[in-house]
């Protein structure tokens, strides 16, 4: 990565076999950029649960639809980042309405942690519409 602005683009069906090599981009992408191993970590968990809740939520499974990851290095030197985008094609949300995983009422469920989780981890999360329709993740 020669300019620092250089965005990489991945563009797939909405299968479950897609996240570990969208996790493998992300974690070369934040070395060249100079994320230590932590904050590769935390990109990770983000990275993943942002392309499992496009896929089993955003595009409910349908292999047809796609989902759009894009990784874009951050201009500024110190400290190292890249901002992040995951956009599906489903109809979207209201991210107000998502339930708080920490209620009591919500602690031994299964699921619903993603976005608490995406949050807790990345410095700045814009959960909104896409301009080319579905919803989108910025981190």
């Not at 934040?30 to 932590?38: K, Q």
């Not at 599906?88 to 209620?103: C, K, M, N, S, W």
Request: negative net charge; aromatic residues 6%; contains cysteine.
């Amino acid at each position: 990565m020669t300019n620092s602005r250089q965005t990489v683009r991945l563009d797939f069906c909405s299968t479950f076999e897609m996240v570990d090599f969208v996790q493998t981009v992300s974690d070369h992408i934040g070395r060249l950029v100079g994320l230590d191993d932590d904050a590769l970590h935390w990109v990770g968990v983000a990275v993943r649960e942002s392309v499992i809740n496009a896929i089993k939520h955003g595009n409910r499974g349908d292999e047809r639809k796609r989902v759009y990851v894009e990784f874009t290095p951050l201009d500024r030197e110190s400290p190292p980042g890249m901002a992040i985008r995951v956009r599906d094609e489903g109809p979207g949300f209201d991210p107000a309405g998502v339930p708080d995983p920490l209620h009591p009422d919500n602690l031994l469920k299964a699921s619903g942690r993603g976005i608490f989780l995406i949050r807790s981890f990345m410095d700045e999360l814009r959960l909104q519409p896409a301009a080319e329709g579905g919803m989108e993740v910025v981190m």
